[in-house]
């Protein structure tokens, strides 16, 4: 017969260790956002780059980081974090050190189109590092209690997502005083030095380490129960995907995150082109620029959250994507510098309160797949900041100087569009309202992603 739990055994870790080491990893993770915004001039003219593969280029990392959100944040519910952030902080590793050694063997007098495609595939492993967020936000989670889980997990995406504009700043300072392989070398060794941290603190919640024991589910359950551990992983994620899917809801849902932080990828990751090549802006002016707007973009969304709990998801997001939208268009017409800096000052606070409006509206539209949607939504959403920047590239291209300024057209295309959509979930939130009050929150990974 089972024998009754009589002390729960000893866990290694605490909430305290565990939020400060996800988020170390996350944001050293994120920093592969900006691994070729302000460096991306330094391969145009050596390889010959058009306007439309530049956008492609400083895309790429966001094309993986987006998608792989997905799978790995399911993976934590089995596995409880730590191998999944591992096996993706290790993917950056790989291309940072692939980037490295092109640097090394071929640049500047062997850089060709022919490295083209090499140079999108360390783009693409660089990005690895993006889809930590997801895989972050269950560790932390499966940690707190739910009466502290806004705050942990406000600390670690506001400060998580701060590291693109920090790395915008740091890079092309090294860079500026060491060569472009110096640069890289530096940003290898601050990865690894995280991914290092992130080994000694990130800890996997009480019910994965006594599932690692070998403590059958119930048993696991119950004891990190007394442990305090208040969520448990949902019995079956698929399940969660899959009814999310079957909703129309979550479609909308996710068009408004594909341009609010989508957009966001975007524009961390083309600005600095942007700056440069429109007003032929220094470099370290148009990095500023950049690093400011990623900055602001991420820090407003904390109190965008409060803004959303006290007057609505559906308010704040018209509010917000209206700010998007003037916004795009002062910049898409503008023809000096300050018009455009006002610009991208509204686009960054349309932006940075628009996420935390589209998670304050998840709950509500689906709340019978809270978790899937989250994941579909913060997955899907995140493809912006790969399709977008190629788009802003085929204006240049094909209008010359101009077509960086009208590319910002494709935003108030976009930001039209997430006003009609929010107003068509506002139309329907009646007809789901009454479900909220019978749906049992499910305590998987994916619905924290709301937080």
């Not at 024998?3 to 565990?18: E, K, L, T, V």
């Not at 996350?26 to 915004?37: E, R, W």
């Not at 370290?284 to 602001?296: E, I, P």
């Amino acid at each position: 017969m089972p024998q009754p739990d009589i002390h729960p055994p000893a866990i290694a870790g605490s909430p305290a260790r565990a939020l400060f080491g996800a988020t170390t990893g996350f944001f050293i993770g994120f920093g592969a956002v900006s691994l070729f915004g302000p460096t991306a001039h330094s391969f145009v003219k050596l390889m010959g780059l058009s306007p439309e593969q530049v956008g492609l280029l400083v895309a790429m990392p966001m094309l993986t980081g987006s998608l792989l959100r997905i799978p790995f944040g399911a993976w934590v519910d089995r596995s409880g974090g730590k191998l999944p952030f591992l096996v993706l902080l290790l993917a950056s590793v790989l291309g940072i050190a692939g980037l490295y050694w092109m640097l090394l063997a071929l640049y500047p007098s062997h850089l060709s189109q022919a490295q083209y495609p090499l140079l999108l595939l360390c783009g693409a492993l660089g990005g690895c590092g993006i889809a930590t967020f997801s895989v972050g936000i269950g560790q932390v989670s499966y940690w707190f209690p739910k009466a502290r889980q806004g705050r942990a997990l406000a600390f670690y995406a506001g400060l998580g997502n701060t590291s693109p504009g920090l790395v915008a700043i740091v890079l092309p300072l090294i860079i500026a005083f060491g060569g472009l392989r110096t640069g890289y070398l530096v940003s290898l060794g601050i990865v690894l030095a995280g991914l290092a941290l992130y080994v000694v603190l990130g800890y996997n919640a009480p019910y994965f380490q006594l599932r690692a024991r070998g403590l059958a589910p119930d048993a696991a359950a119950r004891q990190a129960r007394a442990l305090g551990q208040e969520l448990l992983p949902a019995p079956s994620v698929l399940r969660t995907l899959t009814d999310a899917a079957r909703s129309w809801r979550t479609w909308p849902l996710v068009g408004l995150y594909f341009t609010s932080f989508g957009g966001f990828l975007a524009l961390t990751a083309w600005l600095p082109t942007f700056w440069g090549a429109y007003y032929h802006a220094p470099h370290w002016l148009a990095l500023a620029l950049t690093a400011g707007f990623s900055l602001f973009a991420s820090l407003i969304r904390v109190p965008g959250g409060a803004w959303a709990d006290r007057l609505g998801g559906e308010r704040v997001a018209l509010l917000s994507y209206a700010a998007l939208l003037i916004g795009a268009a002062v910049m898409s017409l503008a023809t000096s510098l300050a018009w455009s800096v006002f610009g991208e000052v509204l686009v960054g606070a349309g932006m940075g309160v628009a996420n935390a409006a589209v998670f304050k509206l998840v709950p509500h539209y689906a709340p019978d797949a809270v978790g899937g949607t989250a994941g579909w939504v913060g997955g899907l959403g995140a493809l912006g900041g790969f399709v977008v920047p190629p788009m802003l590239g085929h204006f240049a291209q094909s209008m010359g100087p101009i077509g960086y300024a009208r590319g910002y057209l494709v935003y108030v295309a976009l930001a039209a569009a997430c006003l009609a959509l929010t107003a068509l979930l506002h139309r329907t939130r009646g007809g789901v309202a009454h479900l909220a009050t019978r749906a049992a929150p499910r305590a998987g990974l994916l619905e924290q992603e709301a937080a």
